[in-house]
């Protein structure tokens, strides 16, 4: 299997709200396995569908600890029903803001709705490490990054050692 390329910022991609998934079909079963894949090689804990350059809203993530079996879980059309709390999200970081980690300030728990890949109901009551991923899986289908959430100071700060580099190409 193929590795997907992950979009990185500044891509104005990353930034276009996702579109419901009507079908679960083939293509979409597809994606997911590439999804996976791909977010397993990064590695990472969750990846949104917008990441790897379709607007569907749609993401994979695995929060179990390295040395555990894995357990691939896919959500499709989540929305946060309900959220309560605020909790910082330590160091936050995303495969398509390398090499960049910020504090971020999130709900302390939520409850989400989607279906999983067979178009079943989910309903997750989630806290903790899961809570924070999934929040900021949720927000690159509205097409928001956790630098968005951070001060405007560092978040210039970044952008401007992105340009930079972008230059030295
Ligand atoms: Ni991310």
Redesign the pocket.
């Known amino acids: 299997m193929a590795i997907l390329k992950i979009l990185t910022y500044p891509d104005i991609f990353l930034t276009k709200p996702t579109k419901l998934v009507e079908n679960i079909d083939e293509k979409i079963q597809n994606l997911i396995e590439g999804m996976a894949f791909t977010m397993y090689q990064a590695p990472?804990i969750?990846?949104?569908a917008i990441?790897v350059g379709c607007d569907k809203s749609l993401l994979v993530y695995d929060v179990s600890d390295r040395d555990e079996k894995r357990s691939l879980h896919v959500l499709i059309n989540p929305r946060i029903i309900s959220s309560e709390g605020t909790a910082i999200s330590e160091e936050e970081?995303?495969?398509?803001?390398p090499d960049f980690k910020a504090d971020v300030k999130r709900a302390a728990s939520i409850l989400v709705e989607g279906v999983d890949r067979e178009g079943k109901p989910l309903r997750i009551e989630a806290q903790g490490l899961l809570s924070v991923m999934l929040q900021?899986?949720i927000?690159?289908l509205n097409g928001i990054?956790?630098i968005d959430r951070i001060s405007s100071l560092k978040r210039e700060i970044y952008k401007r050692r992105v340009k930079k580099n972008l230059k030295k190409k």
Request: charged share 10%; hydrophobic share 40%; aromatic share 6%.
């Open positions: 990472g969750g990846l949104a990441q970081g995303c495969l398509s803001v900021h899986e927000d690159h990054l956790f």
